[in-house]
């Protein structure tokens, strides 16, 4: 059963930075350093938008308002994913999910497509 461990989520002002962790547990590192995974974001009411992708080639796919400000990455020792995020906006203010992929996946950008496998969320807050 692979399940996804969010955390490093908080309250920030804006301009300042977060760095999310997503810990996969239930999967080989072989297995995950291969696979696609993701994060998402919503805020009530709205649709799970994604924010940034990486896929089974290692392609990184980011909406357009997160480019140049976030980055996405896998650890190279464990299977853990992350997301780095600097000059944090307001509008980043939303619950941040991590998605992994099963299936070795190239291309899909940041459809939510193969991604089967979510985290219980982490809060992101951003204070003007």
């Known amino acids: 059963q692979v399940q996804l461990v969010e955390s490093g989520g908080g309250s920030v002002q804006a301009g300042g930075s977060l760095r999310l962790s997503c810990a996969v547990f239930?999967?080989?590192?072989?297995?995950?350093?291969?696979?696609?995974m993701g994060w998402f974001r919503q805020v009530p009411g709205e649709e799970r938008e994604g924010v940034a992708t990486i896929d089974s080639a290692g392609m990184t796919t980011y909406t357009d308002s997160v480019k140049g400000r976030f980055t996405i990455s896998k650890d190279n020792t464990k299977p853990t994913l992350y997301l780095q995020m600097n000059s944090l906006k307001p509008e980043d203010t939303a619950m941040y999910y991590c998605a992994a992929d099963p299936t070795f996946r190239v291309g899909y950008a940041l459809s939510r497509v193969g991604f089967d496998y979510w985290g219980q969320g982490t809060q992101v807050t951003v204070s003007s």
């Open positions: 239930g999967i080989t590192y072989s297995t995950y350093s291969t696979r696609r």
